[in-house]
């Protein structure tokens, strides 16, 4: 692919330029050269389908990059499957059509890894998409990001629409979500042992038996990979995004209590779920197009460390 599918300085919308994803999106892009769009969501509520058309009609961006999302980890997508499924089609449904009613060249949905099957075969190829059952505790946002997948295939195929689907493995860095009731295992973990240190406590317990194993991609990675995807890929399938390694949940938290300083005991509560016994991304699809992460794990979590105590007074 050349460099024509994205001209230079391009106008691009980023649907959800206040989160994780989105921020780290909107700095590589402004980065580039490219003249970053926003709203914030007072101005613009993305679940409106009216509105988000007029908006994006009146912007008429040159790409729009779908970041929004109502995302969290296993308690929050347990606790509230009936949000988790129906904002975020809802979402889809209006950044999507709304692109195409305003004539957005461009268009790039990000959904996520869990989109696969539970049990699918490791490393997780794009096309193990539909291939068995979900994980149950995030089968509802699964669904609607599933939906994106192929609401963006539609779009292709019926108006020839230049619209590409990415799914991100697990994301972490600045910005991220603490807070302990909604947050993914990462944030979690960090947040959990500085209070440990913090109140001098001796041991943190941890929910599951710490055997599955998952994958980490820094943020700022997953950006430089959609500022690739948006000026090299115009395929039908979507394109994974992670660094191709994993690790034990056990491991990780190894990680992170010696990045935040706890030296105490790490326990595990067996009676809490585990979720999905591994999720490792194949990612050949886009490391042929020349991309390679540029943050090793330890490195990145202690940034991420670093920034939250920074911004959050901790």
Known sequence: MT???????????????????????????????HRVLTRTRTELDLRDAARTAEVLGELRPDAVVLAAAKVGGILANSTYPVQFIEENLQI???????????????????????????????????????????????????????????????YRQQYGASYISAMPTNLYGPGDNFDLATSHVLPALIRRFHEAREEGRDEVVLWGSGTPRREF????DLASACAVL??????????????????TISELAATVAEV???????????????????????????????????????????????????TSGS
């Open 230 to 247: 948006l000026r090299r890929y115009d395929g039908d399938d979507p394109v994974n995004i992670g660094c191709g390694t994993d690790l």
């Open 92 to 154: 889809q449904l209006s950044v999507v059509a709304g692109a195409h009613a305003a004539g957005v060249p461009r268009l790039l949905f990000l959904g996520s890894s869990c989109i696969y099957p539970k049990l699918a075969p490791q490393p997780i190829t794009e096309d193990a998409l539909l291939g068995g059952p979900l994980e149950p505790t995030n089968r509802a946002y699964a669904l609607a990001k599933i939906a994106g997948v192929v609401q963006v295939q539609a």
């Open 217 to 220: 991609l820094h943020v700022d």
């Open 3 to 33: 460099e024509s599918l994205l001209p230079d300085r391009a106008r691009i919308f980023v649907a959800g330029h206040r989160g994780l994803v989105g921020s780290a999106v909107a700095r590589r892009l402004t980065a580039d050269g």
């Open 260 to 310: 935040t300083g706890f030296a105490g005991r790490i326990s595990w509560d067996t009676g809490k779920p585990d979720g999905t016994p591994r999720k490792l991304l194949d990612v050949t699809r886009l490391t042929a197009l020349g991309w390679r992460p540029a943050v090793p794990l330890r490195d990145g979590i202690a940034a991420t460390y670093a920034h939250w105590r920074a």
